[in-house]
């Protein structure tokens, strides 16, 4: 069992997670909300946001920030480059940062750390660059710590993840084709040595054909491993 702590973790659907903390500051991951067509009507009013952190610019991942940051004004993390131009479009309290370093947020910490990805930023009809892509490990009060892993594929230097920031559960993306699909992913669960892993990134277009069966087919061979298979809108708590 996952031991939260306190804090709430809900999925809202392709990679965007909700997590409230034990106090009621609501975190967003990648907000895609209101135009993701896997999130939940019933959650796609967000009473509250205090803090964001962006992975990359791609559009299912910046996707509802500009509304969500002018009606909540929240603080927004994000690689430094990433950070310049959504200042530039007019975006306030943006935070950019580089790959390796922890900004504390009130009573959490988001360190940024590497993904193998790209990072081009639709603006109109050119594609701009936004700095390297990334993942966030975040520490929660209580003493829970998530990884969302953002897009990437599986690569050696998870093992550094883990020895540093030790996540008690990790969000990987299994969809395939844009990023890792499940036989990475059981990879990547093998190098970050977790317990607990989340599925994300998967079955909200076509062409992202991984499942989390076969996930758990990959993966397993390893002893104690929770695949929590999240429908958009469920919470775990």
């Not at 306190?6 to 409230?20: R, S, V």
């Not at 009809?125 to 897009?151: S, W």
Request: hydrophobic content about 35%.
């Amino acid at each position: 069992m996952l031991r939260t702590h306190g804090n709430k973790i809900t999925f809202l659907g392709h990679a965007t997670f909700k997590i409230t903390t034990s106090s009621g500051k609501v975190l967003l991951i990648d907000p895609w909300v209101m135009t993701n067509p896997k999130c939940p009507e019933s959650q796609k009013n967000l009473e509250r946001v205090d803090w964001i952190l962006l992975t990359h610019g791609h559009g299912d991942h910046l996707g509802d920030l500009f509304e969500i940051a002018a009606k909540h004004h929240p603080e927004i993390v994000c690689v430094i480059e990433t950070g310049i131009w959504l200042t530039s479009k007019g975006v306030k309290n943006v935070t950019g940062m580089g790959k390796g370093g922890t900004h504390k947020l009130g009573e959490i910490e988001a360190t940024l750390v590497h993904a193998v990805h790209s990072n081009g930023i639709q603006d109109g009809d050119q594609i701009v660059y936004g700095g390297e892509p990334g993942g966030f490990v975040v520490h929660l009060p209580g003493g829970l710590t998530v990884y969302h892993a953002g897009d990437t594929c599986a690569f050696g230097d998870m093992k550094l993840i883990a020895e540093l920031d030790k996540p008690d559960v990790v969000c990987l993306p299994i969809g395939d084709y844009y990023t890792m699909g499940p036989r990475e992913a059981a990879v990547a669960t093998r190098l970050l040595g977790v317990r607990h892993v989340i599925p994300m990134h998967y079955g909200t277009f076509p062409v992202l054909t991984g499942t989390p069966e076969a996930f758990r087919e990959a993966a397993s061979d390893i002893k104690d491993l929770e695949i929590h298979e999240m429908k958009p809108g469920e919470t775990i708590e």
